[in-house]
Every structure is written in C-alpha cells, then in structure tokens.
Nanobody
C-alpha cells in the first residue's frame, strides 16, 4: 500500500519561508509525477507545482518566482520551498503523486492528508 506523508507546514509571517516535504512509501515500482496542491477555505483545490519524470516542472502563475519544487528520486520525496510567503498562500497543502506499485499494475493517483500553512500579515 502506498502512502504519502507531508511535513513542514506551520505558521509564518508574511515575507517568510517554509519548506514542505512529502515522502512516498510502500510498494513503489515507479513514480511518474509528484506535486503539490492547495486548498484555501471556501476555495477549490488548485495545483501549485508539479514535477514530472524527465524533469518537466509546472507552477501556478501566482507562485512563480517564489516557490521551488524539487524531487529526490532516491528517497521518493518531493519538496516545496516557499519563499516570500503571502497571506493569500494560506491553505492546506496536499501532496499528490502518480505511482505504479508493481511492474504489471496500473498507475494510480495518491494523495497525502495535507499540511496546514498559515501566513500572517
């Protein structure tokens, strides 16, 4: 069984930084993509950043130049370095990954439980 476990959320003042981590564990044959979504109160969940096998990276426009996503394939871990945080970045951040558990099994999408990031003004 595959699990995604996030860490690194917390309370920070505007202009500050946080680093989120997400480690995938369990039966993992290959990971296609790993990324971060966020959901603010009363808003829809949105993609923040994703890194795909081969190195392609995508960011939502609102975080470009402030957030950096990176991936350690050896550790099955993805990171999100968040700098110059703004109050509007306040949200629950969820890790997401497309993982193939066994060589012959289909690729499936997994979610972490989320970690809260609160940015005070």
């Amino acid at each position: 069984q595959v699990q995604l476990v996030e860490s690194g959320g917390g309370l920070v003042q505007a202009g500050g930084s946080l680093r989120l981590s997400c480690a995938a564990s369990g039966s993992i044959f290959s990971i296609n993509s790993m990324g971060w979504y966020r959901q603010a109160p009363e808003k829809q969940r949105e993609l923040v950043a994703v890194v795909i096998s081969g190195g392609n990276i995508n960011y939502v426009d609102s975080v470009k130049g402030r957030f950096t996503i990176s991936r350690d394939n050896a550790k099955n871990t993805v990171y999100l370095q968040m700098n110059d945080l703004k109050p509007e970045d306040t949200a629950v951040y969820y890790c997401n990954a497309d993982i193939t558990a066994f060589r012959t099994s289909p690729r499936m999408n997994y979610w972490g439980k989320g970690t809260l990031v609160t940015v005070s003004s």
